[in-house]
């Protein structure tokens, strides 16, 4: 190839770059030109306006439109009739909540009586009460039972002043200091009235007249500074007067009033069997009888007897379950042994109706002959340094807390379990040393108590012919934590418990 023919190529390959590093220019309006591409770049954007209405009428009248409106609007009605159907086979098909039976103060938890109130705390008589007013709402208590706080002489009908307060354990400014503080926490105030304590609570039956005469005056007074109720002894004698309906309308009064908190008539009776209390309930009219029945049956099957007696005759919100309760004894001194004391006291959370405690019996308070035991304060204290210590007094002290302790747990568990609270009652087994009995209500969480105050071991077969029970239950609460460790399971069909063991058990409805 010549040299002219290679000069003449380069120049080509030359021209042809260069034409594509050439800026575009323009070929006509909104046209770019990059070698033959060309490209229409809109000058503004396009903005959708939608349809119109006209064009939105004709589309909505095509047959194809139709026919989906009227899909969609079937359908959506076929859908709201099978859910309002599916509501009502819900609500026809669940079952059916029972009604909670009307249940009052005296009914929530247990009442606590301080017969002697120098002895409760140090001789400092009402103003002693207010002090611990805590510790005792801590208890889950609903109701103090005090006193008797009038000025009597044993025997002597004639020194009987039902509203002049013994100067010895306060005035009547105490009390309403007391009465303010303990309404704030929830806690009732009951009197003791009984007009001759420790002696024929009546003096003798030529004096019950003027006696129940003096007693409705006195119910008038203290009632009228505040007082929740009151409490009397000797409710066989003293309901069969002719007198008696005077001073029960006195306490009573009008109970039409259904946002007015009632005030109690707590009526107390010894030595007699659950038929005798029943039909003395009836007649007397009191709003809760506190019996002994429990302590003239040493046997179980004596026991359950008188239980499911009660029960079956009356309602369990007039019911009051107490050990020595109605004589002042305290439950350690009744049930002799210490070990026995927290058996004890889950049977009485347990059972139907309201449990009844002396000050003391949440420690295992011992009774000390004839004087009033003093009540011990420094369960929760730590040793003062220095201390000698004795193995026995920390033994004993470590017995207090744990009553204590247990007492607490069974009494704020009561107040919030409604089987416990107003549960119906199933008997499942008794013998000359044990009981267990079944608590349920409606659709609530089922508790089951077995008590052995026995000396020996014993395998209890629970059931009950009417009721379908489970083959286990959970432990809740157990006296024997090494066999019987709280939520593990146990058989209902051999359960086995120790000499002085008692365990609270549950399960769930099905």
């Not at 249940?103 to 409760?120: E, H, K, S, T, V």
Request: hydrophobic residues 40%; aromatic residues 6%.
């Amino acid at each position: 190839m010549s040299k002219d023919t290679e000069v003449d190529m380069k120049d080509v390959e030359l021209n042809e770059l260069d034409q594509e590093k050439l800026p575009m220019t323009g070929d006509g309006p909104g046209a770019e030109k990059n070698g033959n591409l060309k490209l229409k770049v809109p000058e503004e954007d396009v903005k959708f306006t939608g349809l119109s209405k006209e064009e939105l009428m004709k589309v909505a009248g095509t047959p194809g439109w139709v026919r989906t409106r009227w899909v969609l609007l079937v359908l959506f009605w076929l859908g709201w009739v099978g859910m309002l159907a599916g509501a009502i086979v819900i609500i026809v098909q669940a079952p059916r909540c029972k009604p909670i039976p009307e249940m009052n103060w005296w009914n929530q938890g247990p009442l606590y009586q301080i017969a002697d109130l120098d002895a409760f705390n140090h001789d400092k008589g009402i103003k002693g009460v207010v002090e611990v007013l805590d510790r005792l709402n801590q208890l889950k208590v609903k109701g103090l039972v005090l006193g008797p706080l009038h000025t009597v002489q044993q025997d002597q009908a004639d020194t009987l002043d039902l509203v002049s307060m013994d100067p010895g354990v306060g005035t009547d400014q105490d009390l309403l200091v007391l009465l303010d503080k303990a309404h704030k926490k929830g806690i009732s105030v009951v009197l003791n009235l009984t007009p001759n304590p420790g002696a024929d609570p009546w003096f003798s039956s030529d004096h019950l007249p003027k006696v129940l005469d003096k007693l409705g005056d006195a119910a008038e007074h203290w009632l009228g500074k505040g007082v929740d109720g009151v409490q009397v002894s000797g409710l066989a004698a003293a309901s069969a007067s002719p007198d008696w309906s005077k001073f029960q309308g006195v306490v009573q009064g009008n109970r039409t009033e259904v946002d007015v908190k009632k005030r109690a008539l707590i009526g107390v009776v010894d030595g007699q069997d659950s038929s005798a209390v029943s039909q003395l309930l009836n007649s007397s009219g009191v709003d809760l009888i506190l019996s002994d029945v429990l302590n003239n049956a040493n046997s179980g099957i004596e026991r359950a007897k008188s239980i499911h007696g009660l029960i079956s005759t009356q309602k369990q919100s007039s019911l009051a379950w107490g050990l020595g309760g109605t004589l002042g004894n305290h439950l350690a001194s009744v049930v002799k042994k210490p070990e026995l004391v927290r058996l004890y006291q889950l049977m009485l959370f347990t059972l139907p109706g309201t449990p009844v405690f002396n000050y003391g019996d949440e420690l295992g308070l011992v009774d000390q002959g004839s004087t009033s035991p003093k009540m011990l304060w420094d369960t929760e204290e730590e040793d003062v340094e220095g201390a000698v210590k004795n193995e026995t007094a920390e033994a004993q002290k470590t017995h207090r807390l744990t009553c204590r302790s247990w007492f607490k747990t069974l009494s704020d568990l009561r107040g919030k379990e409604r089987s416990l609270l107003h549960g119906d009652y199933f008997p499942l087994h008794s013998s000359s040393s044990s009981l267990a009995f079944l608590r349920l209500w409606d659709q609530s969480e089922r508790y089951l108590t077995a008590v052995n105050w026995g000396s020996a071991t014993l395998t209890m077969v629970l059931n009950y012919t009417e009721l379908s029970l489970p083959e286990q239950a959970k432990v809740k609460l157990s006296t024997d934590p090494e066999n019987l460790a709280a939520d593990s399971s146990v058989s209902l069909g051999k359960l086995q418990l120790g000499p002085g063991q008692a365990v609270l058990l549950t399960f769930p409805f099905a």
